[in-house]
């Protein structure tokens, strides 16, 4: 039987994406690359320690760097368990748990960062704290060293405009956990130089992961469709669907995790603090009563030793109380049309800003960062099995009662010219 008889056209799709991904337009001919030798990271949190292992185990020397010893400690502490359960498993010897911790130099003082080539700063979401590293990085750093941020949704162009060197900034979205996640988000900053985007390419490709270069906007790509979908998500709780319906339906269409088993198992509290007011009451209850995802046994869902989720009255009394709604059933394809289809609208609307290259990139956001079903090709392949007609009629029913939502023009566009989701591309990236 030929290889064409048994060709798979989601698998062929996919790969030809991955592959383009890696085509970066824009750059001048003959773009030289940084020599990258010394590694710096700022923060040794879960985050940063998990995107320092990516360069400790091919054998680059990481200075990691915080701001004070426990933490330092905690964070060393958790890098060698990791190593060590991976040596466990049989993934490489034993001995080189130890040769991969040699590699690190850690540090309580960022001036510890001074030889290093490339920085990376992985420190608390917050754009005060992220300025002023980059305040002190601008005066510790040497001339020529790449200065990156791991933001997952900040202005990257804020950042760099504190320092005297905004063409040496850039941004590294890693994907958590940063030693698995292969995706890895290359956020090409209005002053980023060509030099930079080119040398994070190929340090992309030396620590193994699927790199998709992206523009500055909220949350740039993979996070500015996830909050359209928790949106719409939330949206649906405040109609009385509860959450673990919503995942339900997620599951079905192939998730391993819905949108709220998600938040639960990346923490509640990220970006909460105590006694605060979000836009998100129904978080803020839960997280004041400890409910704050599995790392406390208790969030959205009630879990047990094993961590496995159950639906918790908890949850639905509280949601209930805020609410207001009285708890209601909605059909696993109904769910999907409202939280997946405004996914589509936002991923056009990022093409329409040309913050993305082309849509087979943000299938491959999608696909390795996020758990899209891979039979389903991505948010943009899936948008051509529905056809534009079917994405324009939930889109404008769902704008018919919510005047915050605007439908991209992108979309009647493709409606009236009969061009495929797939097919939309931009050219470049308009920084």
């Excluded at 063409?167 to 890693?174: K, P, R, S």
């Excluded at 109904?334 to 589509?344: A, F, G, S, Y």
């Excluded at 409606?415 to 470049?428: I, S």
């Amino acid at each position: 039987m030929s290889n064409e008889n048994n060709s798979n056209p989601v698998a062929d799709y996919l790969t030809q994406a991955a592959a383009d991904a890696w085509d970066i337009r824009g750059l001048a001919d003959g773009t030289t690359t940084r020599d990258i030798k010394k590694v710096g990271i700022i923060g040794a949190g879960t985050m940063g320690g998990g995107i320092s292992m990516n360069f400790a185990s091919i054998g680059f020397p990481v200075t990691i760097v915080e701001t004070q010893q426990e933490a330092l400690d905690r964070g060393l502490t958790r890098i060698r368990g990791n190593y060590q359960r991976s040596a466990d498993r049989g993934r490489f010897p034993a001995s080189e748990v130890d040769v991969c911790m040699g590699q690190y130099s850690p540090a309580l003082d960022m001036s510890a960062l001074s030889d290093c080539d490339l920085i990376i700063e992985a420190v608390f979401e917050d754009m005060d704290i992220k300025k002023s590293v980059f305040e002190t990085l601008d005066k510790v750093a040497k001339p020529g060293a790449i200065l990156a941020t791991n933001t997952s949704a900040l202005n990257i162009d804020e950042i760099a405009a504190v320092t005297s060197r905004p063409e040496d900034v850039i941004g590294l979205h890693f994907f958590s956990p940063a030693n698995v996640m292969r995706l890895l988000e290359i956020v090409r900053a209005e002053k980023t130089s060509d030099d930079v985007v080119a040398t994070s390419v190929e340090v992309a490709k030396k620590i193994n992961k699927v790199a998709v270069l992206v523009g500055v906007c909220p949350g740039f790509v993979g996070n500015r469709i996830l909050f359209a979908r928790q949106y719409q998500a939330n949206r649906l709780v405040y109609q009385g669907v509860m959450p673990w319906d919503i995942d339900a339906a997620f599951n079905e269409f192939g998730f391993k995790m819905g949108p709220f088993q998600m938040s639960d198992l990346a923490g509640l509290d990220i970006g909460w603090r105590p006694g605060a007011n979000t836009a998100n009451p129904i978080r803020d209850r839960l997280c004041e009563l400890d409910r704050r995802g599995q790392k406390t046994g208790a969030g959205y869902y009630d879990y047990d030793d094993s961590r496995k989720p159950q639906p918790s009255e908890v949850t639905a009394k509280i949601i209930e109380e805020v609410t207001g709604a009285e708890r209601s059933q909605m059909a696993a394809d109904d769910i999907i049309d409202q939280c997946v289809v405004p996914m589509i609208n936002e991923a056009l609307a990022i093409m329409e800003e040309n913050k993305a290259q082309r849509a087979s990139d943000i299938d491959i956001v999608w696909i390795n960062g996020y758990g899209w079903p891979i039979d389903k090709g991505g948010v943009m392949y899936f948008a051509d099995s529905l056809g534009a007609q079917r994405v324009v009629e939930v889109m404008e029913r769902l704008a018919a009662d919510d005047d915050t939502i605007r439908i991209s023009p992108k979309l009647y566009e493709l409606l009236e010219t009969g061009t495929r989701f797939v097919d939309v591309d931009t050219g470049g990236l308009k920084v």
